[in-house]
Each structure stands twice: as C-alpha cells, then as structure tokens.
C-alpha cells in the first residue's frame, strides 16, 4: 500500500445505475390502503413500497384512470 496517493487525475464514477433510481416522494395514504398493500406483499414476499411502485407503474403504462367518485375523496 501506498504512503500517498494522488487523487487529482480521479475520474468521477458514474455507475451505469444512475438513470434508473427512484425518485423519493411522500404520499399521505390511508390505512386501510397501506394495511392492504402490507398483506399483498406478505402474501407475495416482497417489500409493501416496491409492491405500490409496480401497482402505480402498471396502471400508467396501460393509461389508465381512476373510477372512484371525486367527490368522496376530498381535498387532501
């Protein structure tokens, strides 16, 4: 091992991962929601978050759109 090294020739690593991570957010769910999406994922052996994420992704690839009265939901 070295004494010294010289890190002004160092290349900035940029790991082929990048352009895939998440962007993280914060959502207000209901309970009922996330008790829901915890046994799915019991049930399946993954992870409740990851489970929501491929439920999201899935309904905007296929374009779809809610059928839930507005009304009811309220402004949250």
């Not at 769910?29 to 999201?56: H, R, S, W």
Request: hydrophobic share 35%; aromatic share 10%; proline share 5%.
């Amino acid at each position: 091992m070295r004494k010294e090294y010289d890190f002004k020739t160092l290349k900035k690593a940029e790991p082929k991962y990048m352009k895939r991570l998440k962007q993280s957010v914060t959502m207000r769910l209901d309970p009922q929601v996330i008790t829901y999406f915890k046994q799915l994922a019991k049930e399946m052996g993954i992870a409740y978050q990851p489970l929501i994420n491929c439920v999201l992704r899935d309904y905007a690839n296929h374009g779809l759109r809610p059928t839930n009265n507005w009304d009811e939901l309220g402004t949250e």
